[in-house]
Nanobody, 123 residues
């Protein structure tokens, strides 16, 4: 079992920044590939970013490329999502996820999910 808890969400003006954190407990965090997903009201959940278990490979969706950065600190059992130049369309609940397969998590499939943190971008 892996427990994931997101934090760092909130209300921010367009153009601003937020950093989300995902704290993991349970089984060895460093064995899992990790990802961020988001779901806006009335929309399907979408992939945002993923990072390999050792952090050597990262992937981000085209919609956030150049604005969002994913990283992890295995010593702290924590993953991060730095979000800059936020836009109104970034408003969503953001979820972190853990999965042993990097290809699966990039496809939106994961063994473990957090409860989500709300990010609201205002004009």
């Amino acid at each position: 079992q892996v427990q994931l808890v997101e934090s760092g969400g909130g209300l921010v003006q367009a153009g601003g920044s937020l950093r989300l954190s995902c704290a993991a407990s349970g089984r060895t965090f460093s064995r899992y590939n990790m990802g961020w997903f988001r779901q806006a009201p009335g929309k399907a959940r979408e992939f945002v970013a993923a990072i390999s278990w050792i952090g050597g490979s990262t992937y981000v969706a085209d919609s956030v490329k150049g604005r969002f950065t994913i990283s992890r600190d295995n010593a702290k059992n924590t993953m991060y999502l730095q979000m800059n130049s936020l836009k109104l369309e970034d408003t969503a609940v953001y979820y972190c996820a853990a999965e042993t397969s990097l290809s699966l998590i990039r496809a939106g499939v994961a063994d473990y999910w957090g409860q989500g943190t709300q990010v609201t971008v205002s004009s």
